[in-house]
Structures are given as structure tokens and as C-alpha cells.
């Protein structure tokens, strides 16, 4: 796999990042072995609570990304540091990230190899997704490189809604979608029982559906 920092990025709250963090790193150690670490830098502290069951099959450690001034020429800098020295240690960093994010979102795209967006297949969150790939193309340019790439997670998909006109809606960004993660219950209570879904709920839907978001994430090609 060529990315080795991802992360896991939204403006939008609530759109799934830390469920989606912190079982994408789950599933990462278990098909690598070891070697991937998960980092919380929202300071809300989703990931470290999850991991506080002492369940988790990935170490977590917090390093929190806060909002940067509008007037910061390098915005996160420090926090740039801490996660690449953490990169010198661990092959496979899945970063969760805080919501709301604006001026530290260029720490976002100059420190990633991939940045995971998830977003509600409603459309809900498209304005602010446009805005942040926009940044992320800006940000390929600056570093005259593929990276970061970029990986749309459509998340809660409920197939009972007329999903599939608005996940087209996506499609004008040219940048690749992943399998959709369905509206699954199973997520919530793995997070209740401080697992992540793969132990929680081996073999169902929700875990086959992370398996293939690492499967999209190996089909990412980054120079
Ligand atoms: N695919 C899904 N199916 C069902 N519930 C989900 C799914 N994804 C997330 N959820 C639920 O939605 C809620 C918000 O998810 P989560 O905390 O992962 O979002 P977030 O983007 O990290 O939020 P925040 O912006 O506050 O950090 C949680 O209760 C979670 O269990
Ligand atoms: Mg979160």
C-alpha cells in the first residue's frame, strides 16, 4: 500500500469519521499484522474513549489538531512534527480528525498521503466537500505530487432512499468513491462494547463493507 498516513477528514460533524477510523485501523492491523497506530486529534476524544475498553486491536494515541488563526502562514506546524515523527515508527498512521476544521485543514493536506471523506450519500454535507477538495488539489500542486490523494466514503447509506441519484452528485470531483458503507446498526454497538467490527460482528455486512473500503484504499495509486 503506497499511502501511509491517512486520514480520516470532514467539515462536516457527525459523517462518520472516527467510526470509520477507527475500524479501518482495526481492519488494517489485522490484515497487516501489526505496525499500523491510530491517532485521535479531535480533542472530543472518540478514538481513545473506544480504545479505553482496552478491546481495540490498534494503539491509540491523541495528538490534537486544533483550529489555526486566519493570519497563521503555517498553520499546524507542531502538529505536522508529531505525526511524522510518530510516521518514523509506525509504517501505517489513520488519523481521526476533529469536525469544523478550516485554516489547520492545510496541515490536513500537506501532512497525508490519503485523506478519507466521508459523506452523507444525502448531499448534505456537498458544499463543504467541494470546498475541502479544492483545498486538496491546491495542496497537490504546492507539493508537485499525486499526494494527498483523496478517497470519497460515501457512509449510512440506507438503500431504501433514492441513494443512487445523489451519489452521482459526487462523481463531478474526479476523484475515486469508495464502496458505500451501508446505515448499520452494528457500528453503534461495536462502539457500546469498545470493539471494533471485525471482533464485534465478524463476517456481517458492516464488517464485509470495511474490508472493502481497505481493499479501495490498496487500489489508490500515489506517486
Ligand atoms: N455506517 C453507519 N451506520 C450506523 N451508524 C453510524 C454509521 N457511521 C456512523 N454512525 C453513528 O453515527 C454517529 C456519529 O458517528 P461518528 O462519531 O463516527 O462521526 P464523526 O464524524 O466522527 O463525528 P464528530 O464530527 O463529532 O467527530 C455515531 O453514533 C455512530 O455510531
Ligand atoms: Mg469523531
Redesign the pocket.
Known sequence: MTARIIS?C?Y???????????NLACALQSSLGSGCLLVDA?R?G?ALRWSGSGKLTVKVVDRVLHEAREDDRYPGMLWITQIKMLAEKHPYIVI?????LQFSLAAVTAVSDLILI?VNPSGIDFHSTAHFITLIKKSRKVRASDKPGCLIVP???DRRTTVARNLSLYEQFEEPIAPP????????Y??DHGQWIGDFAPGTP?HR?IQQLVDAIDGVALA
Open positions: 480520516v470532514n462536516k460533524g457527525g459523517a462518520g469519521k472516527s467510526t470509520i477510523a477507527v479531535d472530543q472518540t481521526d480528525m476533529p469536525p469544523g466521508p457512509n449510512r447509506l458503507i451501508g446505515m448499520r446498526t452494528a457500528f453503534a461495536a462502539f458492516a463493507e
